[in-house]
């Protein structure tokens, strides 16, 4: 079974630039997600989709980020402009519909970027 | 306060050896808990859920204690190959499909 697919692996842009990251989920799976996990720290929520409809983006700092999921299977997170602070870890993660007694997310291999 | 805490480590175990470390929450509506494993540059992969009292497998034990609202991971015969760093993970009744991690505890495991 193939796994969730990022691009690109690597991105080093200049503060202030704009950048974008790519991700595939698993087939067949109806949840995503995009996380910031910055050195040292755990994975950071930014946004969840459920096909294509945002349930979650609480923690997107929506005047920099944006994210979309059409026809509800790749999604694109965007940053513009890019601060310093943005430097870290993106990772993509997909899953089934959660249920309560059994779920489990799989990680992407995640897009590090750096902001000089 | 946050909301997951977990220490930091590294908890430098010798080979064979047990080694156990907890993590702590905050959200007395936390329901479900998950122990993940990253390596060092790689994406955090499920080591383990816990939907009641614990859960084991194999070499690894997870308890959870509602109460003093913590869970544990105890590996047992520690092997080189369980270097890592682990995060643990939970999700509250109320935001079901809401993942939120701690920073995550540091393994070394020596010869």
């Known amino acids: 079974e193939a796994g969730v697919a990022q691009s690109p692996r690597y991105k080093i842009i200049e503060k202030r630039q704009s950048v974008a990251f790519w991700c595939n989920p698993i087939?067949?799976?109806?949840?995503l997600y995009w996380y910031q996990q910055i050195l040292g720290q755990g994975p950071k929520l930014l946004i969840q989709?459920?096909?294509?409809?945002?349930?979650?983006d609480s923690q997107l700092p929506k005047d920099r980020f944006s994210a979309e999921r059409l026809k509800g299977v790749d999604s694109t997170l965007k940053i513009q402009p890019a601060k310093l602070e943005d430097s870290a870890v993106y990772l993509c993660?997909?899953?089934?519909?959660?249920?309560?007694?059994?779920?489990?997310?799989?990680f992407g291999p995640g897009t590090r970027l750096t902001v000089t | 306060r946050k909301e997951v805490e977990q220490d930091p480590g590294p908890f430098n175990v010798p080979e064979g050896a047990t080694v156990a470390f907890n993590c702590t929450y905050s959200?007395?509506?936390?329901?479900?808990f998950f122990w993940y494993r990253q390596d060092c540059r790689k994406e955090p992969k499920l080591l383990m859920s816990?939907?009641?009292s614990g859960n084991e497998d194999g070499r690894f034990t997870a308890q959870l204690n509602r109460a003093s609202q913590y869970i544990s991971l105890l590996i047992r015969d520690s092997k080189l190959s369980d270097s890592a760093t682990y995060l643990c993970?939970?999700?509250?009744?109320?935001?079901?499909?809401?993942?939120?991690f701690g920073a995550g505890t540091q393994v070394v495991v020596t010869p």
């Open positions: 993660a997909s899953s089934l519909v959660p249920r309560r007694d059994t779920y489990e997310q799989y």
């Open positions: 087939s067949g799976h109806a949840t």
């Open positions: 989709f459920q096909n294509n409809g945002v349930v979650d």
């Open positions: 959200n007395s509506a936390s329901q479900s």
């Open positions: 816990v939907y009641s």
């Open positions: 993970a939970l999700m509250t009744t109320d935001s079901w499909g809401k993942f939120q």
